[in-house]
């Protein structure tokens, strides 16, 4: 075992504690220069951070004017905002403008509470109720404790509830202008010792154990004790929005607004969310991070309850926080830059924690306004595009696929000049089609013609789009057929075979050139800029007139039994290969995680069947969905998870070359296998045909531990899985793109099970 290292200066924060920290980071390959650059005073900080090695900077925006109308008077306020999000500042601002122009906003704080639970543990449910009996006597006394460790804390109240053996006691105070959090720790803490010290004495009751929080305070956590009575502050905020103003500033009107709200309440108690609203956490997680507050604090505070109303003209949206915890002094309220930006909002000091609560409510109110009227009006994707995350990226064009641009990536050819065959179609894959029709950067199969010094090259430049614009693909696909389809694709996404895509075929294909084994086109060179989103690969162009087979999922007649065989060898010989893959890119593919949508599929494959006997078989596709819960005890390895004659040619010299990588997956040999197999043999296929190619996969086998009975079980699990995951798929596509092979695959498939069946 490694001797464990000390970090030198620990639990110390003073400067030079920080450089003997900062030296033994340097010295272990760990440098922070940029981190280590900051001007915070040390001794500013010593009670709110250990180990102190530096800070990061979060950019500031400024959020007003926002119109502040309470009991008569008026006012104009402002707010920093800390954020990384781009578009957000800019929504909140439109939100403030949108309520400024319509007579501002009104705020009141409902009541301010923090809570803190201990819990007592007893040996009997008698001693429970003894327990809290004497509590109940006790509430004055324990008050005078507990307010003689704070000049701040309130003992309001003491709510106790019994589980059992236990006794749980929420101490509710009132704590000023502090989140109170430290501060009624300390109180409830010396009044457990107090507890502890009279009730035995007085009752004779052993108490087994305590602590301080039974977790029951719902600290940093959202509850619907939080919701009902509030941790923390109770804030409303208010605001009447005009006709006019929704129009000019938002581009929405406030008919759609409500319609639409009223329909996304209904999806939101569909999906059991706690309270209502767009994204309150944006604002709370902006305001706390610029004002030093507690930032595990914004997950209970964000819990937001958004109300919207029509009226004569306009709307009247208010908007309930009722756990805010916030503080305008104590915790990192201190520090100049946080103090600076609670000064800016007026709520620095004393008697100014209402006032913040009130301003945080108004400004996330405005960027709830805002958000949901870009929603509602089409503007959401498209401002975030313009002014943030989802920025429009430099993605690579055509123009620059030139001759230097192709010679740096195949750097072993002396390039003359090179040339687009715009004349030479290739076949875009499933993938690529679907992904053509969401994203209108370079995506898919351009032929190059390289001429070199000596001779000339045919290849291939694959450009891969990301795993999320296939996921985009299927969706546009999926929406033309059935919505909730589209809905699960979306929600099942990353466990899908796509997950990674644009990346493991690259991968792959490096892999396979590494260790030579001339299964799959060459490989020339490859071009990965992730922030360009530009994923290339130069590949070998197969042509036709040297295939012996090539792009024949159609034709299965074509295929021979040498052939057959020499396609399970070259699978066998990968599997052997990638025995123990260890790319980051490939991950167990599981079924069983996306049911949902494999349960939609099948029924859309059913309600598709042309007649009651083809009802009949596709309906046993349901049952399969349970068979895939139980996994045979078989070795997975790195599969091709998309083998079939789609991706598999035959050169006239009877090499066999495997392409389309881009689905690889970590599961059973057997899968490519079987897929093979339903693709090339004939529809009726005998017991006799099927078993010999498949003793004929077993016996190529190098680990001969596992026996012939336990191997086939393979088969049939991933025979099933199949069926329920890519020809269903094929089936469901097909509806839209037309598949010629999806029928003849169907029973193909079926027709091996059953055999299967009689094997086992």
């Known amino acids: 075992m490694l001797e464990y290292p000390i970090v030198p200066g620990r639990g110390l924060v003073s400067s030079s504690a920080k450089e003997l920290r900062l030296d033994y980071m340097k010295k272990n390959g ?39 109308a309470k009991k008569g008077k008026e006012e104009y306020v402002h707010s920093l905002v800390a954020t990384l999000e781009g578009a957000l500042i800019a929504s909140m601002n439109r939100g403030a403008k949108c309520i400024s122009m319509s007579g501002g906003f009104n705020a009141h704080v409902l009541h301010q509470k923090m809570i803190r639970t201990p819990m007592f543990i007893f040996e009997h449910l008698d001693e429970s109720i003894a327990f809290k009996l004497w509590i109940d006597k006790k509430f004055k006394d324990l008050k005078a404790v507990a307010e003689s460790y704070s000049n701040h804390a309130s003992l309001e109240s003491i709510l106790t509830y019994i589980v059992g053996k236990s006794v749980h006691l929420k101490f509710v105070f009132q704590t000023g202008d502090a989140s109170g959090q430290n501060m009624t720790t300390a109180c409830t803490w010396h009044s457990v010792l107090w507890i502890e010290d009279r009730f035995t004495k007085e009752t004779g009751i052993g108490i087994v154990h305590s602590i301080i929080e039974g977790n029951g305070a719902s600290d940093k956590k959202v509850s619907q004790f939080s919701i009902n009575h509030g941790r923390g502050i109770h804030v409303v905020a208010e605001t009447h929005l005009s006709e ?42 902006g305001v706390f991070a610029a004002t030093g507050q507690d930032l595990a604090c914004i997950h209970e505070s964000s819990c937001g309850i958004l109300n919207v109303e029509q009226t004569d003209d306009g709307l009247y949206l208010s908007l309930n926080l009722p756990s805010l915890v916030v503080g305008t002094i104590g915790g990192g309220t201190h520090l100049n830059k946080q103090k600076e930006a609670l000064e800016v909002m007026g709520c620095y000091g004393n008697n100014r924690v ?5 301003l945080i409510a108004g400004f996330a109110l405005s960027l709830e306004i805002s958000t949901f009227a870009a929603i509602v009006s089409g503007q959401f994707a498209k401002s975030h595009e313009k002014l943030g995350r989802n920025k429009p990226v430099n993605w690579l064009t055509k123009s620059e696929i030139n001759k230097e641009f192709i010679q740096k990536r195949i750097p072993e050819l002396e390039i003359n000049s090179i040339s687009i065959n715009n004349d030479v179609k290739v076949e875009n894959g499933i993938i690529t089609h679907l992904t053509e029709r969401v994203s209108k950067k370079l995506i898919g199969f351009s032929p190059i013609k390289i001429c070199h010094t000596e001779g000339e090259e045919h290849i291939l430049i694959k450009s891969k789009p990301l795993d999320s614009e296939v996921v985009k693909g299927l969706h546009y696909m999926a929406s033309n057929i059935d919505v909730e389809l589209a809905d699960l694709i979306y929600e099942y996404k990353n466990n899908l075979e796509y997950i990674n895509c644009h990346v493991k075929e690259i991968e792959i294909y490096k892999e396979l050139s590494r260790l030579n084994k001339g299964i799959s086109p060459r490989l020339y060179g490859s071009f990965l800029n992730h922030k360009r989103e530009a994923y290339l690969l130069f590949i070998e162009r197969l042509q036709p007139a040297e295939m012996t087979l090539f792009n024949s999922e159609n034709s299965p007649e074509l295929w021979g039994a040498s052939q057959i065989e020499r396609v399970i060898q070259v699978a066998n010989m990968f599997h052997q290969d990638f025995n123990s893959c260890e790319l980051d890119s490939v991950v167990s593919f599981d079924a069983t995680k996306s049911i949902p949508l494999y349960k939609k599929m099948i029924e859309l494959v059913v309600s598709e069947s042309n007649s009651d006997d083809e009802r009949f078989r596709n309906n046993q596709l349901y049952s399969f969905l349970d068979d895939l819960k139980v996994r ?56 006799e045909s099927l078993m010999y190619y498949l003793n004929y996969h077993f016996e190529l086998r190098a680990d001969k531990s596992i026996s012939w009975e336990i191997w086939k079980e393979g088969y049939v699990y991933t025979l099933k899985e199949f069926l329920v995951t890519r020809v269903s798929f094929y089936s469901v596509g097909s509806i839209l793109l037309k598949y010629e092979f999806v029928g003849r695959l169907l029973r193909t498939c079926f027709r091996i099970l059953e055999l299967l069946k009689v094997e086992l």
């Open 30 to 68: 760990l440098a922070v220069d940029d981190i280590a650059d900051v001007k915070i005073d040390s001794n500013q900080i010593k009670n709110n951070i250990e180990s102190n090695v530096g800070s990061v900077e979060i950019p500031v925006g400024l959020v007003g004017p926002l119109l502040f």
């Open 244 to 285: 006019n103003v929704i129009q000019k500033v938002l581009r929405t009107n406030s008919k759609d607004f409500v319609r639409c709200f009223n329909q996304s309440v209904a999806m939101s108690k569909i999906d059991g969310m706690v309270g209502y609203n767009i994204n309150v956490a944006n604002a709370v997680a």
């Open 354 to 358: 209402n006032r913040f609560a009130e």
């Open 632 to 687: 045979p005890s078989l070795p997975e390895t790195l599969v091709h998870n998309d083998y079939n004659p789609r991706n598999i040619a035959v050169r006239s010299s009877g090499e066999v070359v495997i392409y389309d990588w881009e689905l690889v997956m970590l599961n059973y040999p057997h899968r490519d296998i079987i897929e093979f197999l339903c693709f090339v043999l004939p529809q009726d296929v005998s017991r």
